[in-house]
């Protein structure tokens, strides 16, 4: 069974960079049949792709963030990251690490279990 | 850019009812549509894939269709395990905003 956990700062100053790990249990996070992602949800609000990461390296970014964003794999302890730079109060969200399946759509089978990032000073 | 509405962005329901939600997508995305139940304090859970699909594990009361730029998730019969607030997905970035359905 594939396990998903986020772990990072539950509390990010403004301008300041919001970094994520997402630690991969139950499988290689160098299979080929998947993708790593990261999608968010704003308190009471829904959901917003940020981006994914196949285990070679390369990226899929929401260009709406694209600018601020910074993502990366290590096969070695089997986790991927994440960066957002230069946050604002409108960063606040429950961050979700994710696998994604390579195939069309990107539909999402796993998901951790998320991890509340509050923005403020 | 890829648009998706979603519709009805609220809906109340009882138990044994057959129910509806239909997302409305920009042309060009073919069948690459998925849908997602999500309850509070939960992650979203993967229900239909591909459109029609249904991922391994969720119940066949669940149903996708595909319509041209019009898709559909059924649920046949509801249980009380589903009142929950259910998304659609199209590749990449966009998800609908979210359709939450409630006990009448």
């Known amino acids: 069974q594939v396990q998903l956990q986020e772990s990072g700062p539950g509390l990010v100053k403004p301008s300041e960079t919001l970094s994520l790990t997402c630690a991969v249990s139950g499988g290689s996070i160098s299979n080929t049949n998947f993708y790593w992602g990261w999608i968010r949800q704003p308190p009471g609000k829904g959901l917003e792709w940020i981006g994914h990461i196949y285990y070679s390296g390369s990226t899929y970014k929401n260009p709406s963030l694209k600018s601020r964003l910074s993502m990366s794999v290590d096969t070695s302890r089997n986790q991927f990251s994440l960066k957002l730079s230069f946050v604002t109060a409108a960063d606040t969200a429950v961050y979700y690490c994710a696998r994604i399946l390579y195939t069309s759509g990107w539909p999402i089978d796993y998901w951790g279990q998320g991890t509340l990032v509050t923005v403020s000073s | 850019d890829i648009q998706l509405t979603q519709s009805p962005s609220f809906l109340s329901a009882s138990v044994g009812d057959r129910v509806t939600i239909t997302c409305r997508a920009s042309p060009g995305i073919r069948s690459n549509l998925a849908w997602y139940q999500q309850k509070p304090g939960k992650a979203p859970k993967l229900l239909i894939y591909?459109?029609?699909t249904l991922q391994s594990g969720v119940p066949s009361r669940f149903s996708g269709s595909a319509s041209g730029t019009e898709f559909t998730l059924t649920i046949s019969s509801l249980q009380p395990e589903d009142f929950a607030t259910y998304y659609c997905?199209?590749?990449?970035?966009?998800f609908g905003q979210g359709t939450r359905l409630e006990i009448k």
């Open positions: 997905q199209q590749p990449g970035i966009t």
């Open positions: 591909t459109a029609s």
